[in-house]
T-cell receptor, first 116, second 119 residues
Framework: KAGVTQTPRYLIKTRGQQVTLSCSPI?????VSWYQQTPGQGLQFLFE???????NKGNFPGRFSGRQFSNSRSEMNVSTLELGDSALYLC???????????????FGEGSRLTVL | AQSVAQPEDQVNVAEGNPLTVKCTYS??????LFWYVQYPNRGLQFLLK??????LVKGSYGFEAEFNKSQTSFHLKKPSALVSDSALYFC?????????????????FGQGTELSVKP
């Protein structure tokens, strides 16, 4: 099986712009989660989507949003970029096919965003 | 609220020696615990998990972890370290399901421990 695919891998934006990141989960996986990784704050949960619905949300401002499509692919969007949004954005998928699922998350390689 | 602490920013080990990367947690109810490894400019790779059962969990690449409920710890161990084990290691916790839909995709990570294995 192909792993979790994130695009683009690297991108540079300027303050005030917006960015859209894409994530294709492992085939058959219905849940997609997004994380932000920075040297100062570490790994922080952004949100999780399952069956096209946001199920969980972390403590990030409304500038951070996401969505999931019927094929489980997901996108996240950050509007009005700030310097502090520079980070590695990681997407993770899991099967989540039953209540009580305790399986691990499968991470992509990440999208490294630099805001100038 | 759930939390995870990795008290050591960096662990240095000589190749061939045993290694331990420490993790303590705080969670209400029974914890679901995970260890992940991250190599430079890469995503996270799953190593092992503890959900229930034996306190000693065996995982990928010869790693194991010991769950200690009384000390609320979940330390990662390997009997003989390799130079290729050098990487960033993360401990994570997830709250158990509380309703129809659990918090499966939401992990709380520790700050990470940089493991350096020298020849």
């Amino acid at each position: 099986k192909a792993g979790v695919t994130q695009t683009p891998r690297y991108l540079i934006k300027t303050r005030g712009q917006q960015v859209t990141l894409s994530c294709s989960p492992i085939s058959g996986h219905r849940s997609v989660s997004w994380y932000q990784q920075t040297p100062g704050q570490g790994l922080q949960f952004l949100f999780e989507y399952f069956s096209e619905t946001q199920r969980n949300k972390g403590n990030f401002p409304g500038r951070f949003s996401g969505r999931q499509f019927s094929n489980s692919r997901s996108e996240m969007n950050v509007s009005t970029l700030e310097l502090g949004d520079s980070a590695l954005y990681l997407c993770a998928s899991s099967p989540r096919d039953r209540v009580g699922d305790t399986g691990e998350l499968f991470f992509g390689e990440g999208s490294r965003l630099t805001v100038l | 609220a759930q939390s995870v602490a990795q008290p050591e920013d960096q662990v240095n080990v000589a190749e061939g020696n045993p290694l331990t990367v420490k993790c303590t947690y705080s969670v209400s109810g029974n914890p679901y615990l995970f260890w992940y490894v991250q190599y430079p400019n890469r995503g996270l790779q799953f190593l092992l998990k503890y959900i229930t059962g034996d306190n000693l969990v065996k995982g990928s690449y010869g790693f194991e972890a010991e769950f200690n409920k009384s000390q609320t710890s979940f330390h990662l161990k390997k009997p003989s370290a390799l130079v290729s084990d050098s990487a960033l290691y993360f401990c994570a916790v997830r709250a158990p399901p509380t309703g129809l839909y659990n918090q499966g995709g939401k992990l709380i990570f520790g700050q990470g421990t940089e493991l350096s294995v020298k020849p």
